[in-house]
């Protein structure tokens, strides 16, 4: 069955290091995004994609970057980590066919930054 | 900016009891909208879409009627069950956009 999937499901790194998550998706979607899910606020774009080599910025992209390179992949990178950035990670994809696409998502990665 | 309010959780009910979850939106154009709903551990699941005024969205005993004069899109179900205890999260696809705008969530506990 096509899926969704993303890895690590958790991870614990340090003040500065750089981190990446991955997400990876089997149905052929065009379009990509990486959100935030922190109490209080619901889930926060961070960056998404609507094919390959597109990328684009969401609301909290600062301290965040992701490429797409192939369909299937879009792997977000914390270039330095900060403490502002202990928090829950969902990547989800849509078909991109039409405005009423339905977006589908991972299983969610919780990093936490010490 | 477009944006989505949901009642404050978290709601508490006994089994069998009706539930209303209040979603209003801010919007340009006609968006979508959405309820997800998150089980403990999980990621979002679509629960039901509308896509127009006077749409009802329905699944698994829960809808929801996308109201344009009011920009609501509240949730109902007649009669819970305990395992409907989740977070439920109201969202909106811009229209002409493929981008999400949700609400903070609201965590319902159905007790036995």
């Known amino acids: 069955d096509a899926e969704i999937t993303q890895s690590p499901r958790h991870k614990i790194t340090e003040t500065g290091r750089q981190v990446t998550l991955a997400c990876h998706q089997t149905w052929n979607h065009n379009n990509m995004f990486w959100y935030r899910q922190d109490l209080g606020h619901g889930l926060r774009l961070i960056h998404y994609?609507?094919?390959?080599?597109?990328?684009n910025k969401g609301e909290v992209s600062d301290g965040y970057s992701v490429s797409r390179s192939n369909t299937e992949d879009l792997p977000l990178t914390l270039e330095s980590a900060a403490s502002s950035q202990t928090s829950v990670y969902f990547c989800a994809s849509s078909e991109g066919a039409g405005v009423t696409d339905t977006q589908y998502f991972g299983p969610g990665t919780r990093l936490t930054v010490l | 900016g477009n944006s989505v309010t949901q009642m404050e959780g978290p709601v508490t009910l006994s089994e069998e009891a009706f539930l209303t979850i209040n979603c209003t939106y801010t919007a340009t154009g006609y968006p979508s909208l959405f309820w997800y709903v998150q089980y403990p551990g999980e990621g979002l699941q679509l629960l039901l879409k509308?896509?127009?005024?006077?749409d009802k969205g329905s699944n698994k005993g829960f809808e929801a009627t996308y109201r344009k004069e009011t920009t609501s899109f509240h949730l109902e179900k007649g009669s819970v069950q305990v395992s409907d205890s989740a977070v439920y999260f109201c969202a909106l696809l811009e229209q002409g956009a493929q981008k999400l705008v949700f609400g903070q969530g609201t965590r319902l506990t159905i007790n036995p």
């Open positions: 994609s609507y094919g390959v080599q597109d990328t």
């Open positions: 509308a896509t127009k005024a006077d």
